[in-house]
């Protein structure tokens, strides 16, 4: 199939970017800045944050996901990017342009699918198709919307209605409706975690395989710290909330021709997964205790890349508050 | 095994209807009195029950017989107190579908509105409430002397019973559209009508039938009421009429007319809320 909007990175684009180990020349899509949502309480008379001082950007290209536990406002983010929720304060900027709203620059998979249950799988790709090229005919819709049901390998099954559908089936539906209308980025909101561990992993390796194939942007809300090392380019990691924040962004060591079968036998594995897991269990309560002692700079959260070479990012410093900015890491070579 | 078992149910309905009638027919006989001498001429005057004794209540061969001069002569005109059950039958039909559909055009998007906006229910919810409870029937001596016809005013009647569950019903609908259905839109950059045609009308339409459905019942059961009221035509002033002329036979058949096309009606809104029908 012939790729969708994001094209292969653009070369030769010198951007200052602070956050990168060596600078990244892609265009940033979106780029966070200072995102802060408060609600309020249930008595109405004063609010809580849930986030705060939240920067990042996502380069075309690029696969991110950010990981944390329930409760730091996961969701809120991506609303937020989506353009389903305000933000109190601070912004998000997506291609240049200070978003109001939700756009068909941005679509979003659904953790719960999000089907219409009345109409068939290929309709309701449809409804999306439609609303993105209103002027197209009925067969050029449909035409466009077969192969991104042939892309997700549900040939055969267009005219089933999602209660016809198995739980994995229904969420590769939701995927091909988000991938149709060719975004600038996609979201996704946890797509896989209401699957089985087994349609889970052929669902990963079709996403990945059509991201490798479209250069599509994508920003993925998970839990799975697995499924961020296989998924991810760059993990941005959150801690606790309320008041969370941006802990720090991890780079993923592992090549990025990586598959399901293999990525765990790559030595920079476990220095990541250690790293990531180290992050969840631990570090993510006590970050504020970080923060009072690090030089944190939320504009500029550390990036980190986990290896396994003699100076063991990950693993060795497990527990210990990560300096930002830490050239010795960056210097560490991929294997 | 399915098939058997409505076999058996049907047996079973025909066990009990028989037991009925029997019941029903040995009663009549029961109430057989004394037969009384009188002048042939003065007799001619009076019925069966002062010359023979017999029942004023009809055998329910009887009812039978009446029953079937009405299917077989349905249309029949023989002045305003004697018209044929078809012709009564689509009097009443025709008030009650006018109604209907008028309530429709109203209940339904005002349902839309109020499940949309939330000002919108808080504001019209005291008059729905206060006006919900009202029998449709005490607005009749209102509509006949604002609207100045008895025929009009049969169908306002209706029109106003048929309002509420519709209204209610919509509204509940279009309020309980699942969220994450309106996000889609929303993030597709749908626009307000095509999402309220395309999202959530179809989304609310099973409730929406639902409503429907209850009211065409309501409205089947008020123009009977409607009727011995403004008299004149329909199925209504039909049994007030038979009544009138002592004619327990012409009730009973009555009453089982206003049952098969009460039914018909509901059978007809039970199909249409298949048509709408979605498995989550």
Known sequence: MTAPLAKTPKRGEPIGDLMSPAPDTRKKIIQVEGLERRFATP???????????VWFSIHEGEFVCLIGHSGCGKTTLLNILAGLDAPTAGG????GK???????DRSVVFQSHALMPWLSAIKNIAFAVESRWPQWSRKQVLDHCQKYIDLVHLTGSESKKPVQLSGGMKQRVGIARAFSIEPKILLMDE??????????GSLQEELLSICAETHQTCFMITHDIDEAILLADKIVLMTNGPEARVCEIVENTLPRERTRQDAYT????????NHLMEFLVSRSKRFSQELSSGSYDPRYPPVVRPTAGPRDAGASKAGEPQPAQDGAKYGDPLR | MQP??????????????????AAWHLLVLAQQGPAVEM????????????????????????????????????????GPNDKGIG?????????VLTGFLLAACVAIPIGFLIGMSPIFRKALDPFIQIMKPVSPLAWMPLALYTIKDSNLSAIFVIFICSVWPMLINTAFGVASVRKEWLNVARTLEVGALRTAFRVVLPAAAPTILTGMRISIGIAWLVIVAAEMLVGGTGIGYFVWNEWNNLSITGVISGIVFIGLVGMLLDMALARASKLVAYAE
């Open chain 1, 43 to 53: 008595d109405g008379k004063s609010n809580t944050q849930v986030f705060g001082d």
């Open chain 1, 92 to 95: 998000v900027i997506v291609d």
């Open chain 2, 4 to 21: 058997r078992m409505s076999v058996k149910a049907g047996m079973l309905s025909l066990v009990l209807l028989t037991l009925f009638l």
């Open chain 1, 191 to 200: 797509p896989f975690s209401a699957l089985d561990a087994l349609t889970r």
């Open chain 1, 98 to 104: 200070e978003i109001s709203g939700p756009s068909l």
């Open chain 2, 39 to 78: 002048d042939p001429e003065y007799a001619a005057l009076m019925g069966k029950q002062a010359t023979e004794g017999a029942s004023a209540l009809p055998k329910p061969a009887e009812v039978g017989a009446e029953l079937w001069r009405h299917v077989t002569d349905p249309f029949y005109d023989a």
């Open chain 1, 266 to 273: 790559h030595p920079n594995y476990y220095p990541m997964r």
């Open chain 2, 87 to 95: 012709i009564q039958l689509a009097y009443s039909l025709f008030r």
